[in-house]
């Protein structure tokens, strides 16, 4: 497998073959509506950056193919190309976290104002990268998909335990604030859709008790509020 690289345009790259861009002047997203894909939607629709979107989903056959593989040898969604990369030439990113640090400081927004605000919100951004969705979605594995069947009923509390514990930080930190950083930020954007996830996708409400999460439970109301969230959540379209 060889390393991804830059084309000239959107048009030359190998993805383009299989997921043709109509707009290629456009921000081209491969991505499905996951708590991980719908952080790239939100966050464009958010900055409103001009975009298109690639129904891409977590199929062998879409995310192990050639022309995926050639935008993100780690074969997850969501990814992107910005035909107006840096130096006004094509870029092609994966990883959500890295493609919302790409997007805030492309436009200067969403993280923050200051060298200070903008550690803060990355720091944050870091705890839903390498806390909050990898324990998540672990729990969902063992509660609502194929791990359910495990007899042993070890690994599941140990996700369950892990991620109250991790809800318990958020909740601190939203005491006295709406937002995980103070002001909204690429950090919500990383984060409060997997929050939502263990409702929304895993019905783990009851067995995390959700609802003693009182500050939580009102940032992901005000987070759902946001018109850019309303039509994130629903890009890539299902027959997109």
């Known amino acids: 497998m060889s390393n991804p690289i830059d084309y000239p345009s959107v048009e030359q790259y190998p993805i383009a073959q299989r997921w043709p861009a109509k707009h290629p002047e456009r921000i081209q997203l491969y991505s499905l509506g996951t708590p991980n894909g719908v952080k790239v939607s939100i966050a464009l629709e958010e900055l409103q950056l001009p975009y298109e979107a ?6 062998d056959s879409d995310v192990k193919s050639p022309e995926f593989l050639s935008l993100n040898p780690n074969n997850k969604i969501p990814a992107i190309i910005d035909p107006n990369g840096p130096d006004g030439k094509p870029i092609g990113l994966f990883e959500s976290g890295a493609i919302l640090i790409y997007f805030a400081e492309k436009t200067g927004k969403l993280i923050g104002n200051t060298p ?3 550690a803060k919100i ?12 990898p324990m998540f979605g672990q729990l969902g594995f063992f509660h609502a998909y194929a791990g359910k069947e495990i007899e ?11 991620v109250k514990r991790l809800l318990n930080v958020v ?10 950083a103070g002001e909204f930020s690429i950090a919500d954007i990383a984060l409060a859709p997997w929050i939502d996830t263990l409702d929304r996708f895993y019905a783990a409400g009851e067995i995390l ?5 009182k500050q939580t439970q009102q940032y992901i109301e005000r987070f759902k509020q946001k018109d850019s969230v309303q039509t994130g ?5 299902q027959n997109s």
């Open 152 to 162: 042993d009923p070890r690994p599941k509390q140990r996700y369950v335990d892990e």
């Open 116 to 118: 200070r605000e903008k």
């Open 122 to 133: 990355i720091q944050w951004l870091m705890f839903q990268m390498g806390g909050a969705g």
């Open 171 to 180: 909740e601190q930190q939203l005491s006295g604030q709406d937002w995980i």
């Open 209 to 213: 008790e959700l609802s003693k999460f």
């Open 233 to 237: 959540w629903k890009i890539p379209a």
């Open 54 to 59: 690639h129904r891409v989903t977590l199929a």
